[in-house]
């Protein structure tokens, strides 16, 4: 019979074991979002925020554009991930009898909504309309079920860590017949900065952003309506690769994920990542993509749900405009 293993490789053994288990789990958690980190980088961005959020402003606008193609009246609205508020106030516009719930985890970008439309507000409270802010996540939300008519969320999926639980929490309060509204990144977003990273090291660096028909799929999990989803391209230009990441840092689009690299990034790599990201460059100037995914759908009643043998994602063209650059 085999000799049994001796105290010494009965050591080694467990250290190995440990180390596969922990490399598992990093592997595993390289993408997920530290929650904790990601809300003091909103926290510290939101009086510059509103400086770099071009592309941000832009998509909410286009959103409220296809508002006028839904037949939707809703009395209270939630604003998932309302940041400073310029959702609010394109909703406000369009559905001036409303309640406006606005909700996000960084306190400090409630602050700052409160503060720039305390006009507005005002003017609403002589009205007799409630104004109400919440600070929390949206995948754990501390309100009742059924207690919304609709839900707006413009760029805030890519900051939670499981979209099925974001869907199934906001399904579970929107009303019956409810509608819900949303625009998040998809996987080709920052391509050129992923790509130049890459050539770095093996770290994560940037986010990790969901296909626009995973997204369809995990709606129709949750047991939305059809989803309707579209896609669109954008491209910001850049003059230097230091610009970009400013803006990135005004935003609050640090790089918060658990594969992210501790410590430092040195001057050495740094001059490789201007140089990778430098063979992207077009007529003098450096582009980044940005892929912004569209999606709207109703919670259906008992008994309405989509059969899973129907198309589980409808693609819809909505009118567009020139595709803007910066």
């Not at 390289?30 to 009086?47: N, P, Q, T, V, Y």
């Amino acid at each position: 019979s085999p000799a049994s293993p001796t105290p010494g490789m009965r050591r080694f053994y467990r250290i190995a074991q440990n180390s596969l288990r922990a490399y598992a789990s990093l592997r595993m958690d390289e993408f997920s979002i530290d929650k904790r980190l990601a809300r003091a980088a909103f926290d510290r961005a939101a009086h510059s925020y509103d400086n770099a959020a071009v592309l941000q402003r832009e998509v909410a606008r286009r959103m409220a554009e296809r508002l006028q193609y839904l037949k939707c009246q809703p009395e209270r609205i939630l604003d998932l991930g309302s940041g400073t508020g310029f959702g609010a106030q394109l909703l406000r516009q369009h559905y001036p009898q409303a309640t406006m719930v606005e909700l996000d985890f960084a306190l400090e970008m409630l602050r700052v909504a409160a503060r720039a439309a305390w006009w507005q507000k005002l003017g609403d409270r002589l009205r007799g309309r409630r104004i109400l802010q919440l600070a929390a996540d949206v995948e754990h939300l501390p309100l009742a079920s059924e207690s919304v008519a609709m839900a707006w969320s413009n760029m805030t999926l890519q900051w939670c860590n499981d979209p099925d639980r974001v869907f199934a929490e906001t399904r579970r309060v929107l009303m019956p017949n409810g509608l819900f509204m949303f625009s998040t990144f998809g996987p080709d977003t920052l391509k050129e900065l992923r790509a130049a990273f890459a050539q770095i090291d093996g770290r994560t660096h940037v986010n990790r952003f969901i296909d626009m028909h995973d997204i369809g799929d995990a709606l129709v999990r949750a047991q939305f309506g059809t989803p309707v989803m579209d896609v669109e391209h954008f491209t910001l230009t850049y003059t230097d690769l230091e610009k970009l990441m400013r803006d990135l840092k005004a935003l609050g689009a640090h790089n918060v994920t658990h594969g992210r690299q501790r410590g430092l990034f040195g001057r050495k790599a740094w001059t490789r990542l201007q140089h990778a990201y430098a063979e992207f460059a077009r007529d003098g100037v450096l582009p980044a993509t940005y892929e912004v995914v569209y999606g709207h759908a109703w919670k259906t009643v008992a008994g309405e749900q989509p059969s899973s043998r129907d198309p589980a994602v409808i693609r819809l063209d909505f009118p567009r405009r020139q595709r803007g650059q910066s």
